[in-house]
Structures are given as C-alpha cells and as structure tokens.
C-alpha cells in the first residue's frame, strides 16, 4: 500500500513539490511560533485530525480549479495555487507541533518531530512529569490552549481517529476519482 501512496502524483505537483510545499509551510510555522502557549495530547490529535481533513478537501477543490483554467493562466500560477493547500497543511500542523511539544517536551525543538515518520509518535505519547513535591525539577510553565470538552478523553481519541481515516480514505477515493468514471469506457472499448 505504501508503494501506492507514494506513486500518486499531485494534478499538477509532484509528490517532490508537494512535500517542499509542506516543509515550506512547516519551517515558516516554527519560525514565527512565539506564542508560549501549549496543546495537550488528545486535543493535537484531534485538531490536526480537522487540519488534514480540510487539507484534503481544499487539495480537491483547488485541483478541480486548476483543471478549469489550464490554457488560461499561465502554469506557473497554476503550480502557486496548487501548491496552496501543502503549504496551509505545513504551517498549521508545525504550529500544533510546536505547541503540543512545548507541553511534551518543555520546549519548541522537538516539534520536528512532525516530519519524521513513526518517531513523530512520541508528539501523541510524551507528557513531562511535573510533581511539585520534586524540589530538584523546575517546575513546567503550562498554559494550555483551552479546548471543548469533547475534544478531551475517550470522545476526542475516538472523534480523532475516526476524522483521521475518514480523511485518508475520502482522500484516496478522490485521487483516483478520475479513473473511475472512465470505467464504464474501458469495459465498452474492451468488448468491441
């Protein structure tokens, strides 16, 4: 299956272009984090979970105006536009990383952690342990970003998950779009 996902290329991007626009968007989105606020577990998951959905949407979307104005724009405003929504993905999911590892880690350096794949776990698992009775520990500056209650616990892993797969598999359905109306051609241009 992964061989599948990585031979997909974009409408008008490559997959190269594309992850350039993502890592674009990511490096700016560390970059201009100052806020000091921070993002427990359960809610980065689910709110990365609603930034990938709309990146896939807004990938559909963009991609449908794109094939309407080949031949009447010139390609590389085309290439800008379709390289919108990686973009959009990079920035907002550095920018949960670099919250969420504020909280995790204690500081800002480990929201690379975000592009590396599997390690990028360790965002959804590590929590510091800050026990006020340690006198050697500094004790962790937490301001939390303030989330809805269904976006914590069981109902936020499950909300997550489910918004995850939705999200990847309306994905994949939507890339081969294309070649499933031309189904019906195929079989008839194979029967005569």
């Known amino acids: 299956m992964l061989s599948y996902i990585f031979s997909i290329k974009g409408f008008i991007l490559s ?5 350039l ?3 674009f968007g990511a490096v700016l989105a560390y970059f201009t ?3 000091l606020k921070t993002l427990y577990r359960i809610p980065y998951m689910f709110i990365l979970a609603f930034a990938f959905l709309g ?3 807004l990938t559909y979307a963009i991609n449908l ?6 031949g009447t724009l010139p390609l590389a405003f085309l290439v800008l536009l379709a390289a919108i929504p990686p973009f ?3 920035y ?3 920018y949960l990383s670099v919250s969420r590892a504020r909280d995790g880690f204690g500081k800002k350096g480990a929201a690379w952690l975000l592009v590396i794949p599997l390690l990028n776990l360790g965002l959804f698992i590590v929590t510091l342990d800050d026990d006020p009775e340690d006198r050697d520990e500094k004790p962790i500056n937490r301001n939390p970003i303030e989330t809805p209650a269904f976006m914590n616990g069981a109902t936020g892993i499950i909300a997550a998950t489910i918004i995850f797969v939705l999200s990847f598999t309306g994905g994949m359905m939507l890339v081969t779009y294309p070649s499933i109306i031309q189904i019906p051609e195929l079989l008839f241009m194979g029967t005569r």
């Open 33 to 35: 984090n100052i806020s």
């Open 88 to 90: 959009l993905f990079g």
């Open 15 to 19: 997959l190269d272009g594309l992850l």
């Open 21 to 23: 626009s993502f890592l």
């Open 65 to 70: 105006l794109v094939f309407r104005l080949i």
């Open 92 to 94: 907002i999911a550095m």
């Open 55 to 57: 990146y896939v949407l």
